[in-house]
């Protein structure tokens, strides 16, 4: 009796706990289903009132699967498609949103969380396993340094970017903002990639000098293999808080043909006020990047966090 007890207790833990979690996706995942509903709905249907989920009613029914009123012209809008006849598939893309912004973005996050996750990964595999001095002060100076947020060392980058460009410095604004990147984002990923490291038993890399390895080949034989899930992490987490990042984007770079895509979005809602559907648009176009390389990758980085958040 006691058992059947425990095991429908433990049913009702399960049940609990999963209801839970459903309200939670349904929460996260309405937003993103609002938008690419909006994205492909005509300006009729989204300004209507009162407004519909589905733009699928008749004037007798109230929803028509026959009847729906889909609609891309958000999407043209955004990518602007023109018919070539030198292109592969007959038409290119001259929308700036395609065209300048999200290469633009792909340039910064991908250029920036290479060099965070080199940086991060040498630094945090040092901190790991050699003790020297000031290997606590280092330590917390660079955790004291996350808590800085990016706003309040704005002015001080703008007036550093304005000094450069008069200066007879050969000075590229998309250097420059990537540079700030990756030391605005460094500090973080070397306490995340210490963590990590600090997983790695030490044995392992001690067996593999025993058997002959040089310090250099135990490290890139044994360790980073095992680190690799960890490293990729922070590459994510680098890539994706470029991406998302607006204010340095738009204060520190001067060419709008150096801009990012949240400028570009920015740009679009101050075209399209009242055009909800292309601004719909722009977000599932900048968002899809993002959700395709966590698709791609999200078992290394889920492995990745799990391994880096104990420590054996």
């Keep these: 009796m006691q058992k059947i007890t425990s095991l429908f207790r433990r049913k009702q833990g399960q049940i609990f706990t999963h209801g839970i979690l459903i309200i939670i996706v349904i929460l996260v995942m309405l937003p993103i289903a609002t938008t690419l509903l909006i994205s492909f709905k005509q300006q009729q249907d ?10 699928c009613d008749t004037a007798t ?52 969380a290479l060099i965070v996750t080199f940086f991060a990964g040498i630094a945090g595999y040092a901190f790991s396993r050699y003790r020297f001095r000031g290997h606590r002060f280092l330590l917390t100076a660079i955790l004291a340094i996350t808590g800085v947020p990016l706003l309040t060392n704005l002015l001080g980058l703008y007036q550093m970017g304005v000094t450069l460009r008069k200066s007879a410095f050969p000075f590229d604004d998309r250097v420059f903002i990537i540079v700030v990147y990756v030391g605005f984002f460094l ?7 210490k963590g990590f490291f600090d997983a790695i038993p030490k044995e392992l890399e001690e067996a593999a000098l025993i058997d002959g390895c040089s310090p250099m080949n135990a490290l890139m034989r044994v360790i980073m293999p095992l680190a690799m899930p960890g490293l990729m992490a922070v590459f994510l987490l680098t890539f994706v808080s470029v991406w998302n990042e607006f204010i340095a984007g738009y204060l520190l770079i001067t060419k709008n043909d150096y801009k990012p895509a949240m400028f570009g979005l920015y740009d679009f809602l101050g075209q399209n006020i009242i055009n ?29 966090m799990v391994e880096g958040a104990v420590k054996g």
Excluded at 62 to 83: H, M, Q, T
Excluded at 187 to 193: E, N, Q, T
Excluded at 291 to 301: H, I, P, Y
């Design 46 to 55: 989204i300004t209507r009132s009162p407004p519909v989920l589905f733009p």
């Design 61 to 112: 029914e109230s929803f028509d699967i026959n009847a729906c009123r889909w609609a891309v012209e958000g999407y043209e809008r955004v990518l602007a498609p023109e018919k070539t006849d030198d292109s592969l598939l007959g038409f290119s893309l001259t929308g700036n949103m395609i065209r300048i912004y999200l290469p633009n973005s792909l340039l910064y996050a991908t250029v920036s």
């Design 187 to 193: 500090p973080l990923s070397v306490w995340i990639a």
């Design 276 to 304: 909800l559907q292309v601004i719909a648009a722009a977000c599932i176009i900048i968002a899809l990047p993002i959700v395709l390389l966590f698709l791609f990758a999200r078992r290394s980085f889920f492995r990745g």
